[in-house]
């Protein structure tokens, strides 16, 4: 499975922006999908991820701020940003996999900061 990831970039606090991730290759395999974070100086954590038939799963610091969505037919996962905080900048994984990510992406950079 390949995984690219999209969607960083700069963002005044309170502000959004919106991660794509696009899978390829051996998609039948892939049932959950998500994001995971890395601060610098702190280890990764877990942001959001979906199940095939859209059960979610949010960590507690975004949830009521982040959205996390896919579209099955485009094997693409969103992770819609709102609300945004300088703690939210970090290194943005997208990840795929069966019941856990086991396929990564590349990183996507987001920072938030006035």
């Known amino acids: 499975v390949q995984l690219q990831a999209s969607g960083g970039g700069f963002v005044q606090p309170g502000g959004s922006l919106r991660l794509s991730c696009a899978a390829s290759g051996s998609i039948f395999s892939i049932n959950v999908m998500g994001w995971t974070r890395q601060a610098p100086g702190k280890q990764r954590e877990s942001v959001a991820s979906?199940?095939?038939?859209?059960?979610?799963v949010y960590a507690d610091s975004v949830k009521g701020r982040f959205t996390i969505s896919r579209d099955n037919a485009k094997n693409t996962v969103y992770l819609q940003m709102s609300s945004l905080k300088p703690e939210d900048t970090a290194v943005y994984y997208c990840?795929?996999?069966?019941?856990?990510?086991?396929?990564w992406g590349q990183g996507t950079v987001v920072t938030v900061s006035s």
């Open positions: 979906i199940s095939v038939s859209g059960n979610t």
């Open positions: 990840g795929a996999g069966v019941m856990s990510f086991t396929s």
